[in-house]
């Protein structure tokens, strides 16, 4: 990783090229058990990023006092504190939601993402760089968990953004969209082979997507080197 | 020069742990009251679908007795709220849990009319399968307003089952256990509230001082 980069730079690397859940394939979890509804990916997506701004922050402020030899017990001290803090918010304010996002919201704490961010980037950068970065991969996050999450909706319930109110307040019951009465809703979708299987649809919809763009600035550059290095592979988290 | 080191550690971690304790503190101390708003006004809503409008002047969720019935309740303790109007008991709600769902407990919520008839039945909280089982949400599908009105004469007690087994009540297709047992432990409450009769209206021993959305926490 380069020492320097633009906060431009971070925050792309964050939401795409690096995006954690497509490309590090982390917080599986979360992923597999609340994209049930975009909604609720939303939901969870939020408290997520709300969860890296903070602990981003802090870790990154503090990075030079922690020694190395307890700096993971200090990163998990600093994200589970902020979890809980984003839990009693949560069952403050959006109640509704908190009862169906539920236990998910304390499994933050768990999330390799979190740590993950902590340990690679915050502790070694600036605060401005550390908090670019915690909401470029939060919302990079949000971002695959409210696709994922509408995508199973559609497919398993024929809904999309039903029960937004639980989370955006009256104005959001006017984004909840109906397929239609009759469809019957394929419930493969909703369950947890639904989430694993739109995942890796999303997974390869991104290297499509990154194939075509490497193609046409290569085709733009007139300079027709055939690009024969592969992508890393992602680490299992 | 070690243990000097490792002091300086343990420091730094008692520190982070301090702070970190403190700042949950305070935010919980900030926020508390709006949460235990939240449960108290969220039973308060689950109550009010189940009962007859205006039929109450007391205030239920302040007014329980706690019960223990695992033959009948399905749960070692169990609130009862009390709904009355005057001195007079007009419904009783209970949270019975079912014992034997398809995959694991499912809460309810069940007001039994001091006729005997059911005021009403809600699902707290399940693990049933989503797309099957799970139609005994209110969300998913009607069938939770079968029970509305009905008792132990009506139907009559051989005919407290799903149609599949005889009885009167709708199964789902490719679900049968779900509604089988749900309905039976509905049965079940009514037994238990029958019962006990007007002692589950006597006068707590102490009154309640905590609003019940309490123990949800």
Known sequence: MKATKGYAGIFGEGLWSNNQMLVGLLGLCPLLATTTSATNGLGMGLATTAVLVCSNATVSLVRNLVRPEIRIPVFVLVIASFVTLVELVMQAFFYEMYLVLGLFISLIVVNCMIIGRAEAFASKHSVDRALVDGLAVGLGATLVLTSLGALRELVGQGTLFNQAELLLGEAGRHLTFHLGDDYQGALIAILPPGAFIGLGLMIALKNLIDKAVKRLSAARRAKPVQAATQPPEPAAG | ?217
């Open chain 2, 1 to 217: 020069m070690k243990t000097k080191t490792i002091l300086l550690a343990g420091t730094v971690l008692g520190a982070f742990a301090t702070s970190g304790v403190a700042l949950v503190a305070v935010t919980h101390a900030m926020v508390d009251q709006r949460i235990a708003d939240n449960q108290y006004q969220a039973m308060q809503r689950k109550l009010a679908a189940i009962l007859p409008e205006g039929a109450s002047d007391n205030d239920p969720l302040r007014d329980y007795i706690q019960v223990e019935a695992r033959e009948l309740l399905g749960t070692d303790a169990t609130q009862v709220y009390r709904v009355r109007h005057g001195d007079d008991p007009v419904a009783v709600v209970l949270e019975p849990v079912v014992p034997d769902g398809y995959a694991g407990p499912i809460r309810l919520l069940v007001s039994v009319m001091h006729d005997g008839t059911l005021g009403g039945v809600r699902v707290i909280s399940h693990h049933e399968t989503p797309g099957l089982g799970d139609k005994i949400e209110e969300a998913k599908s009607d069938w939770v307003y079968e029970f509305k009105g009905k008792s132990l004469t009506d139907p009559p007690p051989e005919k407290w089952a799903v149609k599949r087994d005889g009885g009167e009540f709708d199964q789902f297709t490719g679900a049968t256990i779900t509604p089988r047992s749900v309905v039976n432990a509905v049965k079940n409450t009514l037994i238990y509230v029958q019962n006990q009769g007007d002692r589950l209206f006597e006068p707590a021993s102490e009154a309640a001082e905590q609003p019940a959305g309490d123990k949800d926490r």
